[in-house]
């Protein structure tokens, strides 16, 4: 392998690695998401009833933080595996979907959970 094949194999492998790290960020994000939701929110309201619904909705955030910690794993194990291998390995265009579902449905239920709770 020739130091210029070689340098972008390296350059390869370390953007893969930050994109793992991006991965995990935003799923760490979500968790603390979660325990806001789920515990600092019902606290600091009146006591109006909805605690099931914040720890739910908290759950929910959490259950997420941790599909993208999951994934970003998973990815990374998928590149890496197909950079050694000298191929191109796509998006799961089906993870990518789920996850969007998810992150959609979990906002929706967050913003009337914010209406109702008003």
């Given at each position: 392998m020739g130091e210029e094949t070689g340098d972008a194999t390296r350059r390869t492998h370390l953007a893969n690695e930050r994109t793992q790290l991006a991965w995990w960020r935003t799923g760490l994000a979500s968790l603390a998401v979660g325990v806001g939701v789920g515990r600092v929110v019902p606290e600091l309201s009146d006591g109006a009833g909805g605690h099931l619904a914040y720890a739910l909705l908290g759950a929910g955030f959490v259950i997420y933080g941790i599909l993208f910690i999951l994934a970003g794993t998973w990815r990374q194990r998928q590149v890496e595996s197909?950079?050694?291998?000298?191929?191109?390995?796509?998006?799961?265009?089906?993870?990518?979907?789920?996850?969007?579902?998810?992150?959609?449905?979990?906002?929706?239920?967050?913003?009337?959970?914010?209406?109702?709770?008003?």
């Open positions: 197909a950079v050694i291998g000298g191929r191109w390995r796509a998006q799961d265009a089906q993870m990518v979907l789920v996850l969007t579902v998810i992150g959609v449905a979990l906002s929706v239920a967050t913003g009337v959970l914010i209406l109702v709770d008003a």
